[in-house]
């Protein structure tokens, strides 16, 4: 991860010093052979970068005939904002972009599937290079921590916030309002030895098993593995 090893898993901007080192691994990875660079903008550190950021490094893939991978900082309740800020890069930087698994993650999100898919079929009639691909099947596998909120998945104290009333309580009351179904979400892998076990089975059988609340039990999951769990969702 570039990022990381210009600057560690650091919340926030780059400072001059740590951009310059990210842009020259680019160059150096592009001119050795890479066919592009990949922005994973919901996990971390990528959803840490700013625009200038981004546009400072698809401007460096124009130059250097290379392809902007991404994966939208938001597929769900935001897509259609996470769409237009990949469409303002490619426009500023010229550079050839494609939306990784482009999709309306949610129930809730299937609405803003077309709608945002109609702005990047105009951003193409207008000459944008722009692109996205959308696999076959009905699930995704991905970061347990990254379908919750962003202030909580990216903040730094985010273990001891597991174990904070007042944090709880909103998050459960943002997870009830998107109706986001914990209890159906299938464990794909975990971290540590412990709960190998429940690898194939879900956040409910997990909970239930406790003696948790399906929220209870995601937020019990995450904290014995230090968030290192992985969904299908």
């Known amino acids: 991860n570039l990022r990381d090893e210009a600057a560690g ?3 926030r901007p780059l400072t001059l010093q740590e951009l ?4 020259e691994l680019l160059e150096k990875n592009l001119e050795g052979g890479a066919f592009g660079i990949s922005l994973g903008l919901s996990y971390l550190p990528g959803i840490y970068a700013d625009e200038k950021e981004l546009l400072a490094l698809a401007k460096m893939a124009k130059k250097k005939g290379a392809v902007v991978s991404v994966h939208l900082k938001s597929e769900g309740y935001e897509l259609e904002e996470s769409v237009e800020t990949v469409l303002r890069l490619a426009r500023e930087s010229g550079a050839t972009f494609v939306v990784s698994h482009f999709k309306a993650a949610g129930t809730a999100n299937w609405d803003k599937f077309f709608p945002a898919m109609e702005k990047i079929l105009q951003a193409r009639k207008e000459g944008g290079l722009v692109y996205f691909t959308v696999y076959p099947y009905t699930a995704a596998q991905t ?6 909120p962003s202030w909580f998945y990216t903040a730094p104290n985010r273990q001891e ?15 009830r309002k998107k109706k986001f179904g914990t209890g159906k979400l299938i464990i794909s892998g975990v971290g540590h030895g412990r709960n190998k076990k429940w690898e194939g089975k879900t956040i409910g059988d997990f909970a239930r098993a406790r003696g948790l609340s399906d929220f209870d039990g995601l937020l019990q999951l995450l904290f014995e593995e230090n968030f290192e769990v992985t969904v299908f969702a």
Request: glycine share 8%.
């Open 9 to 11: 898993l650091v919340a």
């Open 20 to 23: 310059n080192g990210e842009m």
């Open 143 to 148: 970061e347990l921590g990254s379908l919750l």
């Open 161 to 175: 916030m597991l174990q904070d009333p007042e944090k709880r309580n909103r998050l459960q009351k943002e997870l």
